[in-house]
């Protein structure tokens, strides 16, 4: 196996080891931007994409950590398993998923109207 390593989605070096195999030794269909040589894209090269296609979307200036947590977010509020969801984001345990969502489901809605009622008597 390979010792080179690439840096993960936050920045941390993975290593050859465990769960976290390096880039250098995945297939290029598991990468989700090869190059096209199939190799890992640049931090540099990836960001200028994200900031064109920001522009292109005429969207406000965002980070591509940002589209991570309103994904995971959306996928949740959207009945997606959390597990599912911690596959998808890449997460090895569920509790960094569960952080890393910022969820606002029908139940915490209800839950802040009804003691909006109670305290303000709002309907």
Request: cysteine-free; proline content about 4%.
């Amino acid at each position: 196996m390979s010792t080179r390593s690439a840096r993960t989605p936050n920045g941390r070096r993975r290593g050859s080891s465990g769960r976290n195999t390096t880039f250098s030794s995945r297939p290029a269909e598991d990468l989700l931007f090869p190059t096209r040589r199939g190799r890992p894209m640049e931090r540099s090269e990836d960001y200028k994409m994200w900031k064109a296609l920001l522009k292109q979307a005429g969207v406000r200036e965002a980070r591509l950590h940002d589209a991570r947590h309103t994904a995971g977010t959306l996928l949740v509020e959207q009945g997606v398993h959390i597990r599912v969801v911690q596959e998808i984001l890449g997460h090895a345990r569920v509790t960094t998923t569960e952080r890393y969502t910022h969820v606002a489901s029908p139940q915490v809605r209800d839950a802040s109207e009804r003691m909006g009622a109670a305290l303000w008597g709002e309907d």
